[in-house]
C-alpha cells in the first residue's frame, strides 16, 4: 500500500509508444556518468545505469541537461519510485502524502547548479499527489492528484498555466486537472489490483513537443488516446534544456533519449 499511491501517480504519465515515421536520436544517456547534467538541488547519483534522486525532503529537486529542441521531438525515459512522499509513519497509515514529479520542456536559461524555485523560461509539467487536510483548506486547486502545467518565466517566477482556452474547455482559471475526478466522471475506477502488476517496476515516459504547432502530447497508458496540450510555440522553440524533477520523492531514471521526427 505504501507504493500504491506513487505507483498510481507515475501510471498517469506513461505513454504508449508512438510511431514516429522518420526519427533520429539526437540526445542520449545511459546514466552510467552524471557527465552532461547538472545538478541544481536534490541528492542525484548514478548507480547501475540508473540516475538516482534520492532525497525525499528535498522539495525542489532538479538536475537539467542541455538538448537541442526544434522542430518536433519526443523524451524518453523510465522511471521508478524509490522512497518517500510522507514525513512520518503516522502520515503515512493517515495517508497524508505530499510528492510530485515532473519534467522541465521548452527550457531556456535554467539557474545551472542552483536551487530555484522556477527554471528559467520554459514549461513544467507536474504530476502532484497533496492529500494534506490544509492543502485542501487553503489550496485546493493543488489538493489530491492532480495534472498541472506551470509556465516558468524565471528561477523566481513560476505560476500554473492560465490561459483562456484552460477556463474554456475546464471552466477553471488555471491547468490542474484533478485526475480522480475526471476518470469518475468518465466513469473508470481504479484499485490497487489494477495497478498491484506495476509495483516496483519501471515505467517508460513519453512526452512528444511540436515546437512548430506548440502542441505537448502525452499518450493514455490504458487506451490508444493521446492527451494534448496546446502551448507557445515560440517558448517551446527557445528551449535549449530539458530538467528532472521531484518535491519529497526519491525516484530514479534509466535510458534518457532525446528522438526527432524527420
Request: net charge negative.
Amino acid at each position: 500500500m505504501r507504493k500504491f499511491v506513487f505507483v498510481f501517480a507515475l501510471c498517469v504519465f506513461v505513454i504508449a509508444a508512438a510511431g514516429l515515421s522518420a526519427q533520429s536520436v539526437i540526445d542520449a544517456s545511459n546514466f552510467t556518468t552524471l557527465d552532461g547534467w547538472h545538478v541544481a538541488s536534490g541528492q542525484w547519483e548514478v548507480d547501475g545505469a540508473r540516475l538516482y534522486q534520492r532525497s525525499t525532503t528535498s522539495l525542489m529537486s532538479r538536475i537539467d541537461r542541455e538538448v537541442p529542441q526544434e522542430g518536433v521531438y519526443e523524451i524518453r525515459f523510465n522511471v521508478r519510485y524509490e522512497d518517500g512522499g510522507f514525513r512520518t509513519v503516522e502520515d503515512l497509515e493517515q495517508q497524508r502524502f505530499h510528492a510530485g514529479f515532473g519534467v522541465h520542456v521548452g527550457l531556456r536559461d535554467p539557474l545551472l547548479g542552483r536551487e530555484s524555485w522556477g527554471a528559467g523560461d520554459g514549461y513544467l509539467l507536474w504530476l502532484n499527489l497533496d492529500t494534506r487536510s490544509a492543502t485542501f483548506a487553503d489550496f485546493p486547486n493543488h489538493a489530491g492528484f492532480r495534472a498541472q502545467v506551470y509556465r516558468s518565466e524565471s528561477p523566481v517566477s513560476m505560476d500554473l498555466l492560465s490561459e483562456p482556452w484552460v477556463s474554456r474547455v475546464f471552466g477553471q482559471s488555471t491547468l490542474s486537472i484533478d485526475l480522480i475526478q475526471a476518470m469518475e466522471a468518465a466513469g473508470i475506477t481504479m484499485t490497487v489490483a489494477d495497478v498491484e502488476p506495476y509495483l516496483d517496476q519501471v515505467l517508460p515516459i513519453r512526452i512528444r513537443v511540436n515546437t512548430n504547432t506548440g502542441e505537448v502530447s502525452v499518450a493514455d497508458p490504458t487506451a490508444p488516446i493521446r492527451y494534448r496540450i496546446p502551448l507557445d510555440p515560440q517558448v517551446l522553440r527557445r528551449g535549449e534544456y530539458i530538467s528532472l524533477r521531484t518535491n519529497s520523492l526519491g525516484a530514479s531514471f534509466g535510458n534518457f533519449r532525446v528522438v526527432q521526427e524527420r
